[in-house]
């Protein structure tokens, strides 16, 4: 039978993480990998020169985690402007990321006055430490807009369309205080794409593993040693561990785990390919008028940010739609979105090429009340978990749960392996 110190199984961003980090200890770690690539959640496709994220994400290359475990340098990210483009019908309205400049946008006619000094009581907690804004009983969004007597029409015109930007959030039940430390990171950070698209965080990782990730490998279940390790049960036969670290989707380690699997949001990216792109702005243009407005929740002309998203001449378009609670992801036409686009943009998107679409019903975890970060990885007899569900939602949640659960097996087993 084939042996190792440590499995992880899953090679997304918290199973890279967490076998890089058990590598450099000095442990013999396989990473088993069901499909045919790294990434997980995190891909990009290269369809007729275009390069297509699977799924609308971005890189805050200024957050520290990332920071800690990527060479975010040579990922060459391409900076995202701040702020948003409120795409009324009757015209744009750029707000720029600042306080001040939603302050402007709301004395401008989008609020009443009052609605400044709630808005800015309501995001109070941003600007405090992250453990502070832990502190206290959470509620979900919309029990804190209501709280703070925030307006209906900057509620449903700014604020919803941010959360469905930020969390695919549609109905309001995201954690006020994720919502906090989102935002207090945003401060800060820099929303960024990689100049040669999302998969190149992944194929970093990956490259600088010992041990080449073993792709195509399906994992049919794990079997506890009495003490002595756990054998994973694999289509290309057993292999015995001292630990394995389980580091899927929720789903998937529900299933060999029989834990508890956070219910997840879906969502569908649409990418066009336009002769030209329809505005010279890097910045992400939102429906502010929701379902009865398009399907279209937020756009972005991703050639605009990281030009080799597309090849000479041509622009790339990558277009969102947000499932609503109890609907199934990716259910709206093709013609209803590009109609819709051509509204955001003020054109005409009937001519655009459909380069590539992507439906997921399990795009992003949703952060409910009360916030529950740095949940156990340690399970017992062997077994640990890592993900973006056992933290926080997105790459650095995922990022700081696979060094959390590395560090958790180290402790276990120790720095020196058996390989």
């Known amino acids: 039978m084939d042996a190792t110190d440590v499995a992880v199984i899953g090679a997304g961003i918290a199973g890279l993480t967490c076998a890089r980090a058990l590598e450099k200890s000095g442990l013999d770690v396989r990473l088993l990998e069901r499909s045919a690539r790294v990434g997980g959640r995190v891909g990009t496709d290269v369809v007729d020169g275009f390069r297509v994220d699977r799924g ?4 805050d290359a200024q957050h520290p985690v990332v920071r800690e475990v990527a060479d975010v340098a040579a990922l060459n990210p391409r900076p995202i402007d701040r702020g948003m483009v409120l795409a009324h019908p009757e015209g744009y309205r750029i707000l720029q990321g600042s306080q001040p400049a939603l302050i402007s946008a709301l004395r401008s006619g989008l609020g009443q006055p009052q609605d400044i000094a709630r808005l800015v009581r309501w995001s109070d907690p941003m600007r405090r430490t992250p453990d502070r804004i832990r502190q206290g009983v959470d509620v979900t969004l919309e029990e804190s807009l209501e709280s703070h007597g925030i307006g209906r029409r900057v509620r449903e015109e700014l604020l919803r369309p941010f959360f469905r930007l930020l969390f695919a959030d549609e109905d309001l039940r995201t954690s006020y205080q994720y919502a906090m430390l989102v935002l207090h990171q945003l401060r800060t950070g820099m929303p960024a794409l990689p100049a040669l698209g999302m998969q190149s965080l992944p194929n970093q990782l990956a490259h600088d ?8 490998v399906d994992v049919l279940g794990l079997r506890r040693d009495h003490g002595t390790g756990v054998t994973v049960l694999t289509d290309e036969g057993p292999l015995s561990c001292r630990a394995v670290v389980v580091a899927t989707d929720p789903a998937t380690a529900s299933g060999l785990l029989g834990i508890g699997s ?18 010279t702005l890097k910045t992400v243009f939102v429906n502010p008028l929701g379902l009865a407005g398009g399907p279209v929740a937020h756009a972005l002309i991703s050639s605009n940010v990281a030009p080799r998203y597309a090849p000479p001449g041509q622009a790339l378009v990558a277009a969102v739609s947000v499932a609503p609670p109890g609907h199934d992801a990716g259910t709206e036409s093709e013609a209803d979105v590009r109609s819709h686009l051509g509204q955001l943009f003020h054109g005409d998107a009937a001519s655009w090429r459909l380069v590539a679409r992507h439906v997921s019903s399990a795009a992003w975890p949703m952060a409910r009340p009360p916030l529950l970060t740095g949940r156990e990885v340690d399970l017992g007899d062997g077994l640990f978990v890592a993900g973006d569900h056992r933290e926080v939602p997105g790459i650095p949640g995922a990022m700081s749960s696979g060094l959390r659960a590395s560090r958790a097996v180290v402790a276990e087993l120790g720095a020196v392996g058996t390989g």
């Open 56 to 59: 609308f994400s971005w890189l």
């Open 262 to 279: 956070p219910p997840m949001r879906g969502t569908a990216t649409w990418w066009f390919a336009a002769p030209q792109p329809p505005s």
């Open 209 to 216: 593993l010992d041990r080449p990730v073993r792709l195509g």
